[in-house]
C-alpha cells in the first residue's frame, strides 16, 4: 500500500503529524509513506526513517521568482514527481486550500481530509472540494490527535496507543558542536511569533538564576528574538545567546537538552517529543491543543490567560532534573 501525507506546515504542526507514520506502519508493517512538506521542514521530517520518500514544496520560495524560468521549471519537476506514484490514500490533514490542492494534483485512488476544523484552527472549507470522503472530528482534538483519527477512521484502525513519533535516539557517537558545549544545559525556547504568547522576560531572567550555575543556552529565530536573548543573557549568570541556528542544529539543541523551557512553539514541542525533560508554558494559547500528553518527563502549565509564576515552573525543572 502507498500512502501519500500533505502537511506542509508549520514546525509544530509537522511535528505533530508525525506519529500518524507510526500509526500506519504498526497496522500496515509494509505500507510505504511519502510526505510533501515545505522545504524549510525536510530536515525534520527526515528524522523519522519510517518515511519512505520526501516530496519539498518550495511554494514560500517560488512565489518571489514565478517569472524565473528556472523557478517554473523547478515547479513543473515538483509536480512530475508528486504524480509519479499512484497513492491507494492521499491523506490532507491541513485543510487549507493549497495542501488541498497538492491533494488534488497527487494520484490518488482514496484522497481523505477532514470534515470540519478544530477549535481556533486555520481550517478551510473550500479544501473538501478536493476529497473523496471527509471525515468529521469533534472540534476540541488535540493537535496530535487530529490527524491519527483521520487515518485511522479511513484505514479501520483505532489510533489509542501513546503518540509515537518514530524519532530515534541520539547515537552515542553523534559528537557536539563547538556551540553546545560539552555540560548538560538547559534551554529557554524563549521566542515566539506571537508576543501575547511569550512569558515575561523578569520571569525567565529568575529562572535562570535559580538553575545557576547549570548553563543556559538561548537560540532565537529573528533579530528581536536575539535582543532579547542578550537582555536575558546579561542577567542570568552562564547564559550563552547561540549563534542563529539552521533547522537540523536548533532540532539538535532540543533533542540533546538536560532541561528544556519554552512557550507554546515549534522547537518546544520537538523537544518534548524527543520525550526529553520539559516544562511548557502556556500565557495565551489553549492548553488542551498542544501539550505534551504522552510522557511522564513533559510538564504542562499555565493556560490561555492564566500564565504559570516562576516558583511553579522551577518546581516542575527541578522534578525533572
Do not use: C
Not at 42 to 64: F, T
Not at 82 to 107: C, P, S, W
Request: aromatic content about 8%; hydrophobic content about 45%.
Amino acid at each position: 500500500m502507498n500512502i501519500l501525507l500533505v502537511r506542509v506546515s508549520s514546525m509544530g504542526d509537522v511535528l505533530h503529524n508525525m506519529p500518524i507514520v507510526a500509526d500506519i506502519k504498526r497496522h500496515f508493517p509494509d505500507a510505504n509513506v511519502d510526505w510533501v512538506v515545505e522545504e524549510g521542514y525536510v530536515s525534520l521530517v527526515r528524522l523519522n526513517p519510517m518515511v519512505r520518500k520526501i516530496l519539498p514544496w518550495g511554494l514560500r520560495r517560488w512565489r518571489k521568482s514565478l517569472g524565473k524560468k528556472e523557478t517554473r521549471a523547478e515547479i513543473s519537476a515538483f509536480f512530475r514527481d508528486l504524480r509519479a506514484v499512484e497513492y491507494d490514500y492521499v491523506f490532507d490533514t491541513q485543510g487549507l486550500l493549497k495542501t488541498g490542492i497538492l491533494m488534488g494534483a497527487a494520484r490518488g485512488k482514496h484522497k481523505i481530509g477532514m470534515a470540519n476544523g478544530t477549535e481556533g484552527s486555520g481550517y478551510e472549507g473550500l479544501s473538501r472540494i478536493f476529497h473523496s470522503r471527509s471525515i468529521p472530528i469533534e472540534r476540541r482534538t488535540h493537535a496530535v490527535a487530529r490527524g491519527r483519527v483521520i487515518v485511522a477512521e479511513a484505514l479501520g484502525f483505532r489510533a489509542d496507543t501513546p503518540a509515537d513519533f518514530g524519532l530515534p535516539e541520539i547515537p552515542a557517537s553523534e559528537p557536539r558542536p563547538e556551540w553546545m558545549g560539552e555540560a548538560p544545559y538547559a534551554v529557554f525556547f524563549h521566542g515566539t511569533a506571537r508576543d501575547a504568547k511569550k512569558w515575561a522576560a523578569a520571569s525567565w531572567i529568575e529562572l535562570g538564576r535559580a538553575l545557576a550555575p547549570m548553563p543556559v543556552l538561548l537560540p532565537w529565530g529573528s533579530l528581536k528574538e536575539k535582543a532579547e536573548a542578550e537582555a536575558l543573557a546579561a542577567a542570568i549568570p552562564n547564559a550563552r545567546v547561540l549563534p542563529k541556528l539552521p533547522m537540523a542544529d536548533a532540532v539538535m539543541l532540543a533533542r540533546r537538552a538536560a532541561l528544556a523551557v519554552g512557550v507554546d512553539t515549534g522547537l518546544t514541542h520537538i523537544a518534548a517529543a524527543f520525550s526529553r525533560p520539559v516544562v511548557e508554558i502556556y500565557t495565551d494559547s489553549p492548553r488542551w491543543k498542544t501539550e505534551g500528553n504522552w510522557s511522564p518527563r513533559i510538564v504542562n502549565l499555565g493556560d490561555a490567560g492564566s500564565p504559570p509564576g516562576v516558583a511553579e515552573v522551577l518546581a516542575a525543572a527541578k522534578s525533572l532534573l
